[in-house]
């Protein structure tokens, strides 16, 4: 009897949780029938550079090599929405990014490393296309294009022979593409998104000192694991 009790509470309880979660049916299926949308975005990043050496590099016979390393960041903003058809939505992120790269130079008797750390402000405007949704969960692809503005550029700074440094240039532009997951809850539809950005302009303020003149360019990469939070 006992027994029979507990498995009553059970089946209560579950039922309950069940209808508070909204298990086996739609949630917010007018989602797609408003224009805009908007929401937060929190994105963990990793940030990487490419380096071409400048083409007489290997006649000096100062540096040796030039290596790179990449650094976890973080970026976090906001989202509008722009629905204009079935499958496709017009998406503005602008965002502060927080991210560091670090350039190291091997010469004949030293080790030296260049810091360049970014505090920028991304613009954002991308092109998102998404499955039909299954249930409460579609996935999506997206890409387009990012306008950056560094705040914490040393494009402008006083540069000397002897101190280690690799300027970014203040004003950058980047190609971006990657893709998604949205989970449609009852309040709220969440995304988990997967996106690589790749710098479309040599990043580099050129100078005549060692640190600067052995790049002929560089490619800055960002590769983000985004949580988006729409309304």
């Known amino acids: 009897m006992q027994y029979i009790h507990r498995s009553?509470?059970?089946l209560i309880l579950f039922f309950c949780v069940s209808?508070?979660?909204g298990?086996?049916?739609e949630h917010r299926p007018s989602y797609d029938l408003t224009k805009f949308h908007f929401g937060i975005t929190f994105a963990p990043s990793f940030a990487k550079a490419k380096v071409l050496l400048a083409p007489d590099f290997y006649q000096r016979d100062s540096v040796r090599r030039i290596s790179t390393q990449g650094f976890a960041g973080l970026c976090f903003g906001g989202?509008?929405?722009?629905r204009i058809g079935k499958f496709a939505t017009v998406r503005y992120l602008p965002q502060i990014e927080f991210s560091q790269r670090n350039f190291k130079y091997t010469f004949d008797d030293r080790e030296d490393i260049a810091k360049t750390e970014t505090v920028?402000?991304?613009?954002?405007?991308?092109l998102k296309y998404h499955s039909q949704r299954h249930n409460n969960t579609r996935v999506y692809l997206i890409g387009g294009?990012?306008?950056?503005?560094?705040?914490?550029s040393n494009e402008d700074a006083i540069r000397a022979p002897n101190k280690p440094m690799v300027a970014f240039k203040a004003n950058s532009f980047y190609y971006e593409y990657g893709f998604g997951i949205e989970n449609f809850g009852i309040?709220?539809?969440i995304s988990t998104e997967f996106k690589m950005s790749n710098s479309l302009t040599n990043m580099i303020s050129p100078d005549p000192y060692i640190y600067a003149s052995s790049i002929d360019r560089i490619q800055s990469r960002l590769f983000?694991?985004?949580?988006?939070?729409h309304n």
């Open 8 to 10: 009553k509470i059970v």
């Open 19 to 21: 209808k508070l979660y």
């Open 23 to 25: 298990q086996g049916r």
């Open 79 to 82: 989202i509008v929405d722009y």
């Open 120 to 126: 920028s402000l991304n613009q954002c405007l991308l």
């Open 145 to 152: 294009l990012r306008y950056t503005h560094d705040f914490q």
């Open 187 to 189: 309040w709220a539809l």
């Open 224 to 229: 983000q694991i985004s949580f988006h939070f």
